[in-house]
């Protein structure tokens, strides 16, 4: 079993990963629409968040809070 922070995290990971796939195809479908390509961007931005996150609680062995 998981520790709570790792599986807390790694759901994070793959709910922003879901959100920013979804974005950039409807970005794309929308023929990029200026408010989409831009929440597309700050999507990225979590992603990239929450996987650094992610690295931070795997490497304290999921000790940080």
Do not use: E
Request: aromatic residues 4%.
């Amino acid at each position: 079993s998981l520790p709570v922070l790792v599986s807390r995290s790694i759901l994070f990971v793959n709910a922003a990963t879901a959100l920013q796939v979804s974005l950039g195809i409807l970005t794309l479908m929308s023929y990029v629409d200026i408010n989409l390509a831009a929440s597309h961007q700050a999507g990225s931005m979590v992603l990239l968040t929450s996987l650094i996150r992610l690295c931070a609680v795997l490497g304290s062995k999921g000790a940080i809070i």
